[in-house]
C-alpha cells in the first residue's frame, strides 16, 4: 500500500503526484487516484450528472447530488484534499474538505470521505467511486436528507442628522389576485377600491399561469385597513404580508431615500452576493445605493432531517445573521417636512431643495406631489432663467463691467447678432431714475443681456466654477452640479446671462449658489456625514461681490418680482426665474425660486410653471412659513 496526494479542484485530473514528488505513471493506485479526482473535479464544476457516471450508482449518486444542490440551494462547491490519500491495487480512501457556497447565506466547509473501488463488473477497466450518501456528507443515508433555513436581520434606518429614524421597519400587505380565480367584477372592483389600472391588470392576468400571484399593489397597514373588509370579498383577490423599510408616509422624501420592494433582476444585479430573489431590496434612491450596508447580512442553517417526514434531526451548520448599519444623513427632519408639505400641495411636478449655508449639509429634498421616484431635486436638468442672474451678475461685478447704482433701461426687447431677446411678460418700465440694481430686482433680461458683451467667452463660466457649479460632487447618490459651456459667439453668451441656451443646473446646484452667496464662501453639497470622500473646497467670494449679491437678492424681495416673500421676521433674499425650454414654442416654461433666509439656502423647481413669481414663489412661502419658529 501506498500513499498518493489529489490536487486541489480546478488543477488538471492527470497531474497527479505522488507523495515523493515525481509524475504518476499508469499502475492501479494511480488509476485509483485519478477516478477519485475526476469525481470530485466534475462535482466542483457544478456538473452533476458527469460527476455521477463516475460512480458505481450513477442513477442513484445523480439524483442525490441533484437533490442536495437544488435542497441546499448551492451555487459553487470546491474541494481541498485532508491529508494524503490511501491506496491498495483495489481501493482507495480519500479524506476531503469539501466547502459549499449557499445562496444567500454564506459558505459551509466539512470534510468527508471519497472511496474509489473496482466496478462490480468483470469485464470493465479502471476504477469508479464506490457510491453512498455519506459522501455527500458523512451523517447522510438513505434514510435522511438535508435542508436548509435561512434568515433575514431586520434593516438598518435611514437617520436624520440628529440620529432619529427616519424610515423604519412595517408591515406591508402585498395585493394581487389569482388568475384562475378572478371573474369579470373583479377588475372594476379593484379599480374601484384600489385606484389602478384595471385595463393594465387584465393584460397581466391575461399574460399569468392560472395559479401565479400576480401583483396590483402594496399598501401600508393605514391604506390597507379601511378597504380590507371590501377587498377580501372581491373574486381572485390574495393578500401577502411582508416587512419593508418604510419613510413616515409613502410621499415623504421618496425620490432621495427610495423605497423596499420585492427584488427583480435588475435590483439583484447590484444587491451583493448575499442577496436573494426571495429578498426585500431598495429599488431607488439611499436604499438602492447602499443595499449592503442597510441590509446586513443573512444568516441561515443546514438541517439533517428525516427523508419521509421531513423532521429536524440535527443542526449541521449555522451562520448567525448580522445586521445592517444605520445611514446617517444631514437631513433635518422638521424641515424636510416643511418642503414635503410645499410641494405636496402642488398641481404640478415640483422640486425642493434645502441646504445649510455655512457648510453645505443638505437639509430637505422634497418632490411632489404624490408619489415620485425620479430625483428631480438632485438629478433635475433644467435651464434655470432668471435665477441665473445671480452668477452672471457676479461675473459682470468681478470684472468691473457694471455698477449697481449706474443707470438702466429695460427695454422690451434687445438684438444681439440679429437674436431678439425679451423680458418675461413683456415687461419694459424701471421707475424714473432706474438703476441696474432695479432692473435686477425686476428682473429684466434685457438690462442684462446688453452688458454680456463687456465680458468674454469663459467669464461666466469661470464664475460659475467659483460657486462649484460643474464639480465633482460625492453625496453618495447621483447628483447633477450643473454646466455651464463658455461661449462660443455673442448670441450663446447673452443666452448663458439669463440662465438660457447651453445652462443647465439641478435645483440643488442653484441652492448651493444660493448658499454660497448667504455664507460668502461656496461650498460642496454634502448629503452623508459618514461616508464622505475628500470634499473639494472653493475660495470665499471677496466681500465686496458677496453683499453686492446679497443686496441685489433682498432687493428682489422689498421690490421686485418676489414681494410674497417679504415676511415678518428674518429677511429673505430671493431672485426668482422663468425659463423656456422649447425654442418652437416660447410659452413653454419651468419657474425657479432660490433664495436664502438666515443661513437656510433654498431652491424650488416647478417643472411647466408660468414664472418663478407666479408659481414658485407660494411654494417658498408655504415652506418658510412651515418652519418651526
Not at 431586520?154 to 389569482?178: C, H, P, Q, Y
Request: net charge negative; hydrophobic share 40%; proline share 7%.
Amino acid at each position: 500500500m501506498r500513499t498518493v496526494r489529489l490536487l486541489a479542484a480546478g488543477l488538471t485530473a492527470g497531474l497527479l503526484t505522488a507523495c515523493t514528488g515525481g509524475p504518476l505513471g499508469e499502475s492501479p493506485e494511480d488509476l485509483a487516484a485519478g477516478a477519485a479526482q475526476a469525481f470530485l473535479d466534475r462535482w466542483s464544476s457544478g456538473d452533476v450528472a458527469q460527476a455521477a457516471r463516475q460512480t458505481d450508482a450513477p442513477a442513484a449518486a445523480r439524483e442525490q447530488l441533484a437533490d442536495v444542490q437544488d435542497s441546499l440551494q448551492i451555487t459553487r462547491t470546491t474541494y481541498e484534499p485532508a491529508g494524503e490519500a490511501t491506496c491498495s491495487e483495489a481501493r482507495c480512501t480519500q479524506r476531503v474538505r469539501l466547502t459549499h457556497t449557499l445562496a444567500g447565506i454564506g459558505e459551509w466547509s466539512y470534510d468527508t470521505t471519497v472511496r474509489v473501488t473496482r466496478p462490480a463488473d468483470d469485464e470493465a477497466e479502471g476504477f469508479v467511486v464506490a457510491w453512498s450518501p455519506q459522501v455527500v456528507h458523512p451523517r447522510l443515508t438513505d434514510e435522511t436528507g438535508l435542508s436548509r433555513e435561512r434568515t433575514l436581520p431586520a434593516r438598518a434606518s435611514i437617520l436624520d442628522r440628529d440620529g432619529a429614524k427616519l424610515t423604519r421597519n412595517g408591515e406591508v400587505f402585498r395585493i394581487g389576485v389569482v388568475p384562475r380565480k378572478v371573474r369579470p367584477e373583479t377588475y372594476p372592483e379593484i379599480e374601484r377600491l384600489l385606484d389602478v389600472d384595471a385595463a393594465g391588470l387584465r393584460d397581466s392576468v391575461q399574460a399569468a399561469e392560472p395559479d401565479w400571484f400576480v401583483p396590483v399593489i402594496t399598501l401600508r397597514e393605514s391604506d390597507y385597513r379601511p378597504v380590507s373588509d371590501e377587498l377580501l370579498q372581491v373574486p381572485g383577490i390574495s393578500v401577502d404580508t411582508d416587512v419593508w423599510s418604510l419613510p413616515p408616509t409613502s410621499t415623504w422624501g421618496r425620490a432621495l431615500l427610495g423605497t423596499v420592494a420585492p427584488a427583480t433582476a435588475e435590483t439583484l444585479k447590484s444587491a451583493g452576493p448575499m442577496a436573494s430573489s426571495a429578498d426585500a431590496l431598495g429599488v431607488s434612491g439611499l436604499q438602492l445605493a447602499f443595499q449592503e450596508e442597510l441590509a446586513g447580512t443573512p444568516g441561515g442553517s443546514v438541517l439533517l432531517v428525516d427523508a419521509e417526514s421531513g423532521g429536524e434531526l440535527a443542526t449541521l451548520y449555522t451562520a448567525r445573521p448580522r445586521r445592517g448599519e444605520p445611514l446617517r444623513t444631514t437631513l433635518d427632519r422638521e424641515v424636510q417636512s416643511a418642503a414635503e408639505r410645499a410641494v405636496q400641495a402642488q398641481s404640478k411636478l415640483t422640486a425642493m431643495v434645502a441646504v445649510d449655508a455655512r457648510n453645505g449639509d443638505v437639509l430637505a429634498s422634497a418632490v411632489g406631489p404624490g408619489i415620485q421616484s425620479y430625483d428631480t431635486a438632485l438629478l433635475g436638468q433644467y435651464p434655470p432663467g432668471s435665477t441665473f442672474k445671480v452668477v452672471s451678475t457676479a461675473a459682470l461685478l468681478q470684472r468691473d463691467a457694471v455698477r449697481l447704482d449706474e443707470p438702466a433701461q429695460c427695454p422690451a426687447t434687445t438684438t444681439v447678432e440679429g437674436k431678439s431677446f425679451k423680458n418675461y411678460d413683456d415687461f419694459e418700465a424701471l421707475p424714473p431714475g432706474g438703476t441696474f440694481a432695479d432692473a435686477f430686482a425686476a428682473s429684466c433680461n434685457t438690462a442684462i443681456v446688453s452688458r454680456a458683451q463687456g465680458l468674454g467667452d469663459h467669464a461666466v463660466h469661470d464664475t460659475a466654477e467659483l460657486f462649484g457649479i460643474g464639480g465633482e460632487w460625492d453625496l453618495g447618490v447621483d447628483a447633477f452640479s450643473g454646466s455651464v459651456p463658455s461661449s462660443t459667439s455673442e448670441v450663446d453668451r447673452a443666452a448663458s446671462m439669463i440662465g438660457q441656451g447651453r445652462v443647465l443646473m439641478s435645483p440643488l446646484a442653484m441652492a448651493m449658489v444660493a448658499a454660497g452667496v448667504d455664507s460668502g464662501t461656496p461650498k460642496a453639497p454634502r448629503l452623508l456625514p459618514d461616508h464622505t470622500g475628500e470634499e473639494p473646497t472653493y475660495a470665499p467670494l471677496p466681500d465686496e461681490l458677496a453683499g453686492s449679491l446679497r443686496s441685489l437678492m433682498r432687493r428682489v424681495v422689498t421690490q421686485g418680482t418676489a414681494t410674497e416673500l417679504d415676511l415678518p421676521g428674518a429677511p429673505v433674499h430671493a431672485k426668482t426665474g422663468t425659463a423656456e425650454f422649447d425654442s418652437d414654442d416660447p410659452s413653454k416654461t419651468h419657474a425657479w425660486m432660490i433664495g436664502f433666509r438666515g443661513d437656510l439656502a433654498f431652491a424650488v423647481l416647478v417643472d411647466h410653471g408660468a414664472s418663478g413669481s407666479e408659481d414658485a414663489a407660494p411654494v417658498v412661502r408655504t415652506f418658510l412659513q412651515s418652519l418651526p419658529g
